[in-house]
């Protein structure tokens, strides 16, 4: 290739390229993923098209129920505040007027999981014996000698007794 026409395939490809990457940019077409820490919580989410995935928002603690509980409520409030800060400054960027519409779009429409998590009330002795009458039950079919049948037969006998109070 003669150095004019590699000189002008580099032009045509460097202008191509951001082209490319600025119609990308502005469309949203590529997943963009953040971790944003607000109020002392990590928020992992992703979006695409100008829009937040709502089901990208704290993926990575789905599994641990406290945490992904307090990352969707720390998510619900960085949306609401980042709307909140963007709608309160004025610009005539074109990725201003996006971020704004996508971060106030998510305040309203996300929602956070809610979880509480408490002791479970003691347990009455009817719960109690009929609990221990199970486990004899589950021991028997493991152990059949007589010490086992005797130990379901006080087991849920007690149960039995108590059912009919």
Known sequence: ???????????????????????????GTEVQALVVE???????YAYQLWKIKPQSVCASDVSKVEAYSRCTVAAKSLFADTCEHLQ??????????????MYCAAAVSYKPVIVTIDW????????????????????LFGNPDPAAKQHKKTACGQYDALKVR
């Open 1 to 27: 290739m003669d150095p004019i026409t590699l000189l002008f395939a580099s032009y045509l490809d460097a202008v191509s390229s951001t082209a490319t990457q600025h119609t990308s940019e502005v469309l």
């Open 38 to 44: 607000h109020k002392g919580t990590k928020v992992p």
């Open 88 to 101: 309160s400054t004025t610009s005539d960027d074109w990725k201003h007027r996006k971020l704004k519409n």
């Open 120 to 139: 479970s009330p003691k347990s009455t002795p009817l719960e109690d014996a009929r609990a221990e009458c199970n486990a004899a039950i589950a021991d």
